[in-house]
């Protein structure tokens, strides 16, 4: 009897690792762009509540991947919430 599902799992397991490579580099994406430097430019926020802001409402990697993402309306969205 052979298991034909070994000679896979090399394949699903190099899957498997580009995809959390996909999804770390969308990561390391957003936590470039949410810098309280960058933030400042969009939400007239300063301090404290911008670092709170920040920790808060940053998207996930789901989020950014949508097709109708735009920053500038998630942080108007999300500072009229805040």
Known sequence: ?????????????????????????????IQ?????????????LTGADLTNFINLYTPTTKIVTEVDFNLANYLNAFLKKY
């Open 1 to 29: 009897m052979w298991r034909l599902w070994w000679w896979k799992r090399d394949e699903k397991k190099k899957t498997k690792l580009e995809v959390l490579q996909q999804k770390y580099a969308i990561m390391d994406k």
């Open 32 to 44: 470039a762009v949410f810098q309280p430097k960058i933030i400042a430019q969009y939400i007239p």
